[in-house]
């Protein structure tokens, strides 16, 4: 008798762990992501890069002639040309799939706003994993996530963008925005911006 009463127990106990396994993975996405996305972004950077919000344009100008193996270059380790593009109210340098704005008002507090068209910390477009919004939650998730839709004015930098798009916003310090966007369900870029110097 006292065997069947164990082995009952047993199975009661065996039954109320899978059930419990079945509810927790289908609730939660876990993360192992190597890259603390919130300690950089509060800092203004993207790991990824050698500059970060605040930086110098000229710095990023010259950045070419002084270190070709930067790591913003390419996959073939060759850094971009970076082209100044001049607008109304703010300048672009494009270094390809890098793009760095400052509006020109506000000139003197360097680079405000930046936009990683491949991805950024340790989100990347071309790793051939595909990247979800929920990883993106589970790797920040200490910090408050707003997803919305954005507007056309908010897709700014990409050429072709559709109604289907979403973006999910961080806000770090008062003070930086962490954007991470998805076009058609596909990710699609990073924008870390100065909360006080990008206003446009």
């Known amino acids: 008798m006292k065997k069947i009463?164990?082995?009952?127990?047993?199975?009661?106990?065996l039954l109320c762990l899978c059930?419990?396994?079945?509810?927790g993975t289908n609730s939660t996405v876990s993360s192992n992501h190597s890259i603390d996305v919130a300690y950089y972004a509060s800092l203004g950077k993207i790991p990824e890069l050698d500059f970060a919000l605040g930086a110098n344009p000229d710095d990023i100008l010259n950045a070419k002639d002084d270190n070709e193996e930067s790591s913003d270059s390419d996959?073939?380790?060759?850094?971009p040309d970076i082209i100044r593009q001049e607008g109304n109210l703010s300048v672009m340098l494009d270094a390809g799939t890098t793009r760095y704005y400052y509006?020109?008002?506000?000139?003197?507090?360097?680079?405000?706003?930046?936009v990683c068209l491949n991805g950024a910390y340790g989100f990347l477009k071309d790793s051939g994993v595909t990247i979800t919004s929920e990883q993106i939650k589970a790797a920040i998730p200490s910090a408050q996530c707003e997803e919305?839709?954005?507007?056309v004015d908010d897709l700014?930098?990409?050429?072709?963008t559709s109604?289907?798009?979403k973006v999910l916003i961080y806000v770090f310090n008062n003070k930086y925005k962490l954007q991470f966007f998805f076009v058609d369900g596909v990710f699609s870029a990073v924008m870390l911006s100065d909360m006080e110097n990008w206003t446009i």
Do not use: Q, R, Y
């Not at 059930?19 to 509810?23: R, Y």
């Not at 996959?75 to 850094?79: E, F, L, S």
């Not at 509006?103 to 930046?114: L, V």
């Open 163 to 165: 109604s289907n798009a």
């Open 75 to 79: 996959d073939h380790g060759h850094t």
């Open 19 to 23: 059930a419990c396994g079945k509810n």
């Open 156 to 160: 700014f930098f990409l050429p072709d």
């Open 148 to 151: 919305k839709t954005p507007t």
């Open 5 to 13: 009463i164990c082995l009952l127990t047993v199975f009661a106990l």
């Open 103 to 114: 509006e020109k008002a506000k000139a003197e507090k360097g680079i405000s706003a930046i």
